[in-house]
Structures are given as C-alpha cells and as structure tokens.
C-alpha cells in the first residue's frame, strides 16, 4: 500500500479571537503550498480544535504518515515537552507514524520577515531621526528556558547590525527578565531620540496588547524620546516559507534540531537540575478550555482587560502563552524508562521521580523567578 502523507500544524491556543483566527491563516496558506496532502491544525489549549480533533480527521482521511510542525518561534517547553507528548500519546494509540519537525527558530527567512515590519514602522514615522540616533528594542515572549531567551538576543543583535541602529535591547513580555517596563525605561535612559518596539511574535493577543501598553506608559513619562511600535510577525510570506522549509526537512532528512544548549540535555548554568526531567504535557486536562475570551473588542482585537486574574481563570496571560494555576489536585509516582523524540533528536531517559501537581502544575521552578525586573516585578491591574 502506497504512503499516504498529511501535514499537521501545533500551535498552543489562545483565548483571544483575533489571535486563532491569524493562527488558522497560517494553516490556510500551508494547504496552498502543499495541495498534495491533507493539512490540519490544532492547539495545546484555550482553543478549538485541540490537537487530538486535527490529528483525527488526518487519520480519517486515510494518511498512513504524519508529518507535525510547531507553529512556534522557537524551542522551549511547549515545543520541546508538551507537543511532543501529545504527538507521542496519539502515535502509541493509533498506530500512525508521526515525524515531528523543528521550531522557526534563528533563520534568514524570519530575520528578513521582521525587518520588513520594522521598516514598516520606520516609514510610517513622520521625524527623520537617522538611525544612528535611534535604538531598538526587541520583546521575546520569554521562557523558563535560557536557550529560547537567548534565540531572541540573536535576533535583536542581527537586526541591529543589519539596519545600523545606534543601540538595541532585549526584553521579554513575561517569565524571565528584564520585562518590558522596565526595559524600555532603561532604554530611555540612554539618551537615544527614538526608540522602535518590535515585538518578536508570530499572532496578537493579550502578551502584545501588554507590550503595546507598557510602551504608552513609558513614552508618555519620556516625551522627549519619539517611540515608535512595530508590528509583530503574522503571516508575513517569509514566515510561511520558513515553515515551508521545516515540513521540507522532515522529508529530506535535515530536521536536525542544535542541542547543545538544551537545558534537558546538558547542564546549563543555573539550570543544572533540570538535565533529563522527563517529556511530558500538562495541557491535557484543559485542551479546548477557555477558548473565545468574552472581553475582546468587537473585531477581536485585545484591549488588555483580560490581564485582569479574575478573568483568566488562573492563567496570569492568555496568549498562547500562560502562566499555570490550575486547581486539582493528583500526586502521582511513576519510575518509568521512556524514549522520546523531538525537534528531530530522541531522549532517552530512564529515571523514577514523584509529581505532585496541586494542579498547579508546576514546572521545574525558574531560577530567577524573583528577580527584580522580572516577573515578581509584572504589575496587576
């Protein structure tokens, strides 16, 4: 019997409309670049379809082989544990070979897709400050992983070299520090005419209403300093080439993922007790839950109310990006051997631990939670 291929795309899910629905372009425009095959999509959580439907209607149009790719910047919990997990479960209960490809990541493609959106904004100003005299500032999504914070580094270094801006910083919409508040109000230190805000995301919602916010703030306590807000990604083409290339290599045999500074593979400076914690989601009790926030404007665009608690149900963001206070409670042990795949290399880890999710769920605990400009630091309202 011949292999019949179909084309999944993962994406963690937000609440917010806007953000889904520029989500579901990105699958619109897969299917245009591979005709030959089924292509679905799905979400980790807080949208419809969930991960499972997408791979079910695959397997119900008759695919022998599924190639997965993350719809995610770059590689942290979420596309090195929790899609991985799913993908893994689903294998082992039907039977369907999944091959999982790699995160966009640091790739000329993406480099040249955010330079158009920053040169948008550039045009759109009306001053003529040389660039020389403007800086830039970069916002990664943050993670509890170093690597993926330090992807976003690159990339601010890489635009800035490439446009000759006169300075450029990195800051980060939550987890890891500095936040963006506090970073831009070091920037405006500085003594730069303008500032450019660039955020490094691939679809709207709540994490960049809040960048867009903080912004505001900053500039109206500096009105010296011109700020000027660039666009995040969306469906830029040289996104869905990227992604493109990713479903390519899957086939081609170069889906090779650098590990060298995985936190679960080698011992990281200040993550150490993390080496070989094992791959595992913990989205399968709340996929599909919250999906639709109630609060969002009426063309489902974000006005920033959900950063209100009592309105996330628990989550502290929406994004697809979250903070985790779920509440139920189910310790378990488990001493398990298990081989695991992701990003194109395996992990074998063979180790007995005890959880005890509170349904917390808690993660390994960030080392840096309570730093100053960080997290701890983030202002409620």
Not at 156 to 169: D, Q, S
């Amino acid at each position: 019997m011949s292999e019949k291929l179909g084309l999944m795309i993962c994406g963690h899910g937000s609440r917010n409309k806007a953000a889904v629905d520029e989500f579901a372009r990105l699958a619109t425009e897969a299917r245009k670049l591979f005709p030959q095959w089924p292509v679905e999509y799905g979400y980790l959580e807080f949208a419809e379809p969930v991960l499972r439907t997408g791979l079910d209607k695959l397997v119900d149009l008759g695919c022998t082989r599924i190639l997965a790719v993350p719809g995610m910047l770059f590689a942290a919990g979420h596309a090195k544990n929790d899609i991985p997990s799913v993908l893994n479960t689903y294998q082992a209960e039907r039977g369907v070979p999944i091959d999982y490809g790699r995160d966009l990541g640091i790739d000329p493609r993406m480099i040249r897709a955010a330079s158009d959106r920053i040169s948008e904004a550039l045009a759109a100003s009306p001053s003529d400050v040389p660039l020389h005299e403007t800086l830039l500032v970069v916002v990664g999504r943050g993670a509890s992983d170093p690597d993926a914070n330090s992807n976003v580094s690159k990339i601010t270094r890489m635009l800035w070299e490439g446009f000759g801006f006169g300075w450029a910083e990195t800051a980060y919409s939550g987890v890891t520090f500095p936040l963006v508040e506090p970073g831009l109000e070091h920037a405006a230190k500085l003594g730069y005419r303008r500032i450019i805000v660039f955020p490094y995301f691939l679809f709207t919602g709540v994490l960049v209403s809040r960048i867009y916010m903080a912004t505001d703030a900053v500039a109206e306590r500096h009105p010296e300093i011109e700020f000027l807000k660039a666009s995040y990604l969306n469906d830029h083409p040289q996104v869905i080439a990227t992604m493109a290339d990713r479903v390519n290599e899957i086939l081609n045999g170069a889906n090779v993922m650098n590990c060298q500074m995985c936190k679960y593979r080698e011992q990281i400076l200040g993550f150490e007790a993390e080496i070989g914690l094992p791959q595992e989601s913990h989205h399968h009790h709340v996929e599909g839950v919250g999906a639709a926030c109630d609060l969002c404007n009426d063309d489902g665009s974000c006005n920033g109310r959900c950063q209100d608690e009592q309105h996330t149900h628990g989550h502290g963001n929406d994004h697809g990006h979250h903070h985790h206070g779920h509440g139920h409670d189910h310790p378990h042990d488990h001493s398990h051997d298990h081989d695991h795949q992701h990003s194109g290399h395996d992990h074998g880890h063979g180790h007995g631990h005890e959880h005890g999710h509170d349904h917390d769920h808690h993660h390994h605990p960030y080392p840096h939670a309570d730093h100053p400009l960080g997290p701890r630091s983030m202002k409620r309202h």
